[in-house]
């Protein structure tokens, strides 16, 4: 849709004010990207998020209400394009098999290579859940369990997969992406030396062996059938 021609140019001070908060927010969440990343969720404050970033804690507050918005905020740049990855294979009917496997992959290697923050995204989520005592609600834009959804691309998967036949229907797709991720989550937290590999091995034994058995018989070596599998 072309531009408004007859809309009023915007005013030199609210564009300037516009600047200067995008380039505040971005230097809030860089700072918080490698304080997080290197302190861990209880180490690391809003306060010393602003003090890196330059700022005020009001004016960080004022951009991030709570250190669970911050972080679920910081994460959700590494899960979108896994997100549409998903959406990609399950808009082209791609064999949810293959799209599954990718997915807990591409998600091990995402939770490897920034190991102490999605740890500390973990401990937000387990925190977040215990002050709530519920599930996510998708109103509660605060939730770092919403602003960093990372269940639902495998969900979506798992769902198409029972829908068609392919898996068993049993756990229900809600239930078992939240186990995939809880997993992997706790793993990232008190696993620190286990590699992509080992945890996807992991991640992809427990799922499919949930919902297609079959898939795990005769394969692998030592009663593992995804050790070494890429």
Sequence with gaps: ?????????????????????ERTRRALLESADALFGTRGWNQTRVEDVAAAAGVSPATAYNHFPTKHALIGTV?????????LSAEQDRRTGRPVVDALSDQVRALSRTSARHRTLTAALGLAMLDYTART?????PQDQGDPRNLAPMTTAIEGLIEDGQRSGELRPFPPAVE??????????????NRPDETAEQTAEMLLTVMFGAVKPELLAGRGVDGRPFSGDE
């Excluded at 531009?3 to 915007?10: F, V």
């Excluded at 994460?75 to 997100?83: D, E, T, V």
Aim: hydrophobic letters at 40%.
């Design 1 to 21: 849709m072309p531009p408004d021609e007859t809309a009023p140019p915007e005013e030199p001070r609210v564009r300037a004010a516009r600047t200067k908060r």
């Design 75 to 83: 994460y959700a740049p590494l899960i979108r394009p896994l997100a």
């Design 133 to 137: 005592t519920a599930p996510p609600d």
């Design 176 to 189: 078992l992406s939240g186990i995939v991720i809880n997993l992997l989550l706790v793993r990232s937290l």
